[in-house]
């Protein structure tokens, strides 16, 4: 396997930008590190002593040196200001930093930024060339405004967890902040083209998203289909999918479990060696969907998923097998595809450097991946630096 070649900071297209991140827990940092990824320089601005709370939001209950091995994820590639944004001299430090910054990102809950001075529109008098990036919960308007901003809690509102789990089965969220992350991407999908508008005209700009309006998103074949026709709802089957007819879904093996998409149910049933030439009518992998799940997963839990693989992907069905997490990592293909990378800091006891392996931006630029070392910083740690640099 050959090593894959990456980027040299100089090549990223954001190379040259500053931006201000004022946010915390997870869709503002990430939107945040997404943009120090394509070669942004980022400056952290936190709380002095305790930071960002999400140095203390600890996925899995993982933890290194001092700080959440979800801070050291989201928050690798930037810089730290210490300051106290209640306090006026320290104010006075980071109006200087706004004024010379291309863009700031922040989280706080409606109003919250507005009532500390440093809301959009008082920014923009300072800095008319400012991108300026807002992620919500749920909006800055309407009822749900001021509810907390949680991953769970909008995917609760969004409907999503009904998507998930079988007839019968109680709402299942998605085990992963799924808002938070499609929120994070629609943020720097924002800014960037903010920057690339002010490259065009000179002119600053807002730039809003907030979880539910992601998970409202991710469900955009849903909710249109439902507007188009209110009699579309979801109706959960015995584990096939709710709005695709047979044969898609996962199905146990006897050793394991594999997906099936998209494939003419009597041709697949020949490759089984199973009789399901009376479903040659489209139209009946709808009104049939239950009862071919039930054929299809019969036959294939007597043999191993390995078995099947070979037969279907030699006719090309479009199948693939269900991965446990160990078995990824340790996949051939997860290791073509160089998704990792590794980010160092000094430890906080000054005894040595601390290495944090994580993934790497899952874009390529001009062929070559997108990978960084500077780990997450300590609170503060570049303070002095930034202040000397910037004569404030």
Request: glycine share 10%; proline share 6%.
């Amino acid at each position: 396997m050959s090593t894959k070649p990456s980027l040299d900071k100089s090549d990223l297209p954001l190379n040259g930008i500053l931006v201000l991140d004022f946010s915390q827990f997870l869709a503002g940092p990430v939107a945040a590190m997404r943009l120090a990824d394509m070669g942004a320089r980022v400056i952290k601005i936190e709380r002095p002593g305790t930071g960002d709370i999400g140095r203390t939001l600890a996925f899995a209950g993982l933890a290194s040196d001092g700080d959440t091995l979800s801070f050291h994820m989201m928050n690798r590639n930037k810089e730290s200001f210490a300051a106290d944004l209640k306090n006026s001299q320290s104010m006075e430090e980071v109006w200087k930093l706004v004024e010379k910054a291309d863009v700031i990102i922040q989280n706080f809950r409606p109003g919250v930024i507005e009532r500390l001075g440093l809301g959009y529109e008082e920014v923009k008098k300072r800095n008319p060339r400012i991108i300026y990036g807002s992620a919500t919960g749920y909006g800055s308007t309407g009822p749900f405004k001021d509810r907390p901003g949680q991953d769970l809690l909008a995917q609760s509102i969004s409907g999503l967890p009904w998507l998930n789990g079988k007839a019968g089965d109680p709402p299942i969220p998605v085990g992963l902040a799924v808002a938070d992350i499609f929120t994070s991407t629609h943020l720097a999908h924002g800014i960037t083209a903010l920057l690339l508008r002010r490259e065009r005209t000179g002119v600053g700009g807002l730039v809003e998203s907030s979880l539910l309006e992601s998970m409202l998103d991710l469900q955009f074949e849903l909710i249109t289909a439902n507007l188009f026709d209110p009699k579309v709802i979801v109706k959960r089957g015995s584990g096939a999918h709710a709005f695709l007819p047979a044969p898609y879904g996962i199905y146990k093996t006897s050793d394991g479990y594999m997906a099936i998409a998209m494939t003419p149910i009597p041709s697949l049933g020949k490759l089984l060696d199973i009789d399901l030439s009376r479903y040659e009518d489209p139209k009946s992998w709808w009104s049939d969907q239950e009862v071919i799940t039930n054929i299809l997963s019969t036959r294939l839990s007597t043999q191993s998923t390995e078995h099947w693989l070979e037969i279907l992907d030699a006719a090309d069905i479009w199948c693939a097998p269900v991965l446990t997490l160990p078995e990824l990592i340790a996949h051939d293909g997860f290791k073509e595809i160089d998704m990792t990378q590794t980010v160092v800091r000094n430890s906080i006891d000054g005894s040595g450097e601390i290495a944090i392996k994580t993934t790497r931006s899952p874009m390529r630029i001009d062929g070559k991946t997108v990978k960084h070392s500077k780990g997450a910083p300590h609170v503060g740690e570049d303070t002095e630096k930034i202040r000397k640099e910037f004569g404030i």
